[in-house]
């Protein structure tokens, strides 16, 4: 621990964002970061606790006292080597990490915990402003062949991994691009693509190989993985949930996944299929209260929306952290995003009972019923409508942002894989039931997060390295491949 009294010298300091008029007019990341002085300042907070509760709280088991000390010492090369021993892409998880750590972090307690996602962010992004983030190949090859599917975090971080253990690795993707929903899925103002481009880039410099607009059982045969000693299924968990309701088809009702894929297509220049779904000069209602909901809202603003309203069918969570998620558990608590901040009348305990058309099928407005939850112990909630709450929304572009029901099944179908009880991807450490496939991320977990998509990558690396060689030398979770400090 460098500061002793750091935590009493020096109060958190977030980055600021541009303002929102200013944010609204573009695509681009928008926070102003900290002066040097302070990213030390704010690493010096750290109190090196007895028992680093946010080490724990990580799925990744960031060290997060070692950096921050190093960081504090202004050694940040050193920071950046402790950060990359459990995290492959600290540049994602900096930017976009709910950062569970920062909740369970002790001077959280008292006070106002250490800014851990952003000092993680500014760690990173000096490594490659300073040009230390090189690629590392390995210094020896085996023989071996793995497959990956899926270019998301959870594939590419299986695919570092294994690279770095000699074997030759293969990422397939169906999209024209790497990155998962990193790239078509996040919108650009919260991850800037070439954040991503960067990153692949030394990937490749490293050897592994990609091969795009390869849908394994679709335009690319499944029978050409045969020749993989070992194969690696990372497809995300994207079947979209509907609501299906009167009207749901009427033109004008729109997945949020289609419109914010898109709108990064399109900011890109590339062609899309469909015509543009457009917020332009319209009342938006985007359904559902969740992080795609958030980047509707965020999205629908930029485009120049006329109003953007959001519903959610769930009770608004407390300001604060409740009693019933006490320190250190994550909190039920109400999230405000930036992009809630840009402009959007947010309504709770509401649910949507009609899509209403015009005679030619167009939307025109939300009949919408208030709500209520009869919370009965040992029963699953019971959802109560309050009767006579009816009301009519205007509204000519509803987006559905609803969540996933799982992965798509049409890989487990031809390769005879079992799904579990939650109709996700069943593995044991990683391994299906055909001992040569293995699965993870999203696909294995149902949606989740980035953080616990980098980890099940690297975890299934390792359970992957053991079944082709016997042992592996791939770092364990929280213990990472630390460098001789
Ligand atoms: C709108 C939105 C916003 C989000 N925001 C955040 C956030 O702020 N923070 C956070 O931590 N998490 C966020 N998430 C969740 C996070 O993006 C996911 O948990 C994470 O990307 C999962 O990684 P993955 O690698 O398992 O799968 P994915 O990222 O879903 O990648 C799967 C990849 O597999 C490809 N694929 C699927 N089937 C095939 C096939 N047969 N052949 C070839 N390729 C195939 C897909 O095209 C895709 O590229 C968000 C999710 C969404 C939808
Ligand atoms: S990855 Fe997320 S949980 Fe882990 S240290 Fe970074 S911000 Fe915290």
């Given at each position: 621990m460098g500061k002793i009294t750091g935590f009493i010298d020096y109060k958190r300091l977030n980055e600021k964002n541009?303002?929102?008029?200013?944010?609204?007019?573009n695509y681009k990341e928008f926070t102003v970061p900290l002066t040097e002085i302070n990213k030390n300042h704010q690493g010096s907070r750290c109190m090196d606790c007895g028992i680093p509760f946010c080490h724990s709280a990580c799925p990744l088991g960031n060290l997060i006292p070692d950096f921050n000390?190093?960081?504090?010492?202004?050694?940040?090369?050193?920071?950046?080597e402790i950060l990359h021993a459990t995290n492959n892409f600290p540049e994602f998880t900096g930017r976009l990490c709910p950062a569970p750590c920062e909740k369970s972090c002790v001077l959280g307690i008292t006070d106002k915990p250490i800014?851990?996602?952003?000092?993680?962010?500014?760690?990173?992004?000096?490594?490659?402003?300073?040009?230390?983030?090189?690629?590392?190949?390995?210094?020896?090859?085996?023989?071996?062949?793995?497959?990956?599917?899926?270019?998301?975090?959870?594939?590419?971080?299986?695919?570092?991994?294994?690279?770095?253990a000699g074997h030759q690795v293969t990422v397939f993707e169906r999209d024209d691009e790497i990155g998962g929903l990193l790239r078509y899925g996040i919108p650009n103002f919260k991850l800037e693509k070439e954040i991503i481009d960067r990153r692949v880039n030394i990937l490749k410099q490293e050897g592994i190989s990609f091969i795009t607009n390869a849908h394994i059982g679709k335009n690319y045969a499944i029978e050409k993985l045969n020749d993989f000693d070992a194969i690696i299924l990372c497809g995300g968990a994207t079947e979209r949930r509907s609501l299906p309701t009167k009207g749901i088809d009427a033109t004008g009702v729109e997945q949020a996944m289609d419109y914010l894929t898109q709108q990064t297509k399109l900011l890109f220049g590339k062609k899309i299929d469909d015509?543009?779904?457009?917020?332009?000069?319209?009342?938006?209602?985007?359904?559902?209260?969740g992080d795609t909901g958030s980047d509707c809202v965020g999205t629908a603003n930029r485009q120049g929306a006329k109003s953007v309203t959001n519903f959610e069918i769930m009770p608004k969570p407390p300001a604060h952290r409740s009693k019933k998620t006490p320190w250190p558990y994550w909190p039920l608590q109400l999230k405000t995003t930036s992009s809630h901040k840009e402009g959007c009348d947010r309504n709770w305990l509401i649910n949507t009972k009609e899509f209403v058309t015009d005679k030619n099928g167009n939307l025109t407005g939300l009949k919408t019923i208030e709500v209520e939850w009869k919370i009965k112990p040992g029963e699953r909630p019971e959802l109560i409508e309050k009767k006579g709450t009816e009301k009519i929304w205007p509204c000519d572009l509803a987006l559905l942002a609803l969540g996933f029901t799982g992965p798509e099944t049409s890989l487990s179908d031809k390769l005879g894989l079992k799904l579990d009880e939650r109709n996700n991807y069943k593995a044991k450490n990683y391994q299906t039931n055909v001992p040569h496939i293995f699965?993870?991320?999203?696909?294995?977990?149902?949606?989740?997060?980035?953080?616990?998509?980098?980890?099940?990558?690297?975890?299934?690396?390792?359970?992957?390295?053991?079944?082709?060689?016997?042992?592996?030398?791939?770092?364990?979770?929280?213990?990472?491949?630390?460098?001789?400090?």
């Open positions: 541009k303002p929102v008029k200013d944010r609204v007019l000390d190093y960081v504090h010492r202004n050694l940040w090369k050193r920071a950046l800014s851990i996602e952003n000092i993680e962010k500014n760690i990173v992004e000096k490594g490659f402003t300073e040009g230390w983030i090189k690629a590392q190949s390995p210094k020896e090859r085996t023989s071996n062949s793995v497959a990956v599917v899926g270019s998301g975090p959870a594939g590419l971080a299986t695919a570092q991994q294994l690279n770095r015509k543009q779904i457009s917020a332009k000069d319209k009342n938006v209602i985007v359904i559902g209260g699965t993870a991320g999203d696909m294995r977990r149902g949606q989740s997060l980035i953080v616990w998509a980098i980890n099940e990558g690297r975890e299934a690396a390792r359970a992957i390295d053991i079944y082709l060689t016997g042992n592996s030398d791939l770092p364990i979770k929280g213990e990472g491949d630390l460098p001789n400090i």
